[in-house]
């Protein structure tokens, strides 16, 4: 069974860091994407960021760029979100997810299939 875990959120307060972890498992995502979404109470899922399999190619959301960094380690299965500088506007549930196909570096929520339950990140002014 497919499984995406996160980890790593909490309270912090406004200028502060987090770094959230995607762990995936009951399959090999070899050659497979990953996205960081997340949702605010009352507001749709939003697209964060996402990296290829090979790292090369990463790209943000605007809201986040410069704050946010992500990285991965394959041979961890494991994907991580490095979040800086965060403010009140940060705060929701973080989701990873991977798409359905691999070689593909989607930035459109319809196109990933597996989700992981998220995590909470609150951040106080």
């Known amino acids: 069974q497919v499984q995406l875990v996160e980890s790593g959120g909490g309270l912090v307060q406004a200028g502060e860091s987090l770094r959230l972890a995607c762990a995936t498992s009951?399959?090999?995502?070899?050659?497979?994407?990953v996205g960081w979404f997340r949702q605010a109470p009352g507001k749709e899922r939003e697209f964060v960021g996402t990296?290829?399999?090979?790292?090369?190619?990463?790209y943000y959301a605007e809201s986040v760029k410069g704050r946010f960094t992500i990285s991965r380690d394959n041979a961890k299965n494991t994907v991580y979100l490095q979040m800086n500088s965060l403010k009140p506007e940060d705060t929701a549930v973080h989701h990873c997810?991977?798409?359905?196909?691999?070689?593909?570096?989607?930035?459109?929520?319809?196109?990933?299939?597996?989700w992981g339950q998220g995590t909470q990140v609150t951040v106080s002014s």
């Open positions: 997810a991977v798409p359905s196909n691999p070689w593909v570096f989607p930035m459109s929520r319809s196109a990933y299939v597996y």
């Open positions: 009951g399959r090999t995502f070899i050659g497979y994407s």
């Open positions: 990296i290829n399999w090979r790292a090369d190619s990463i």
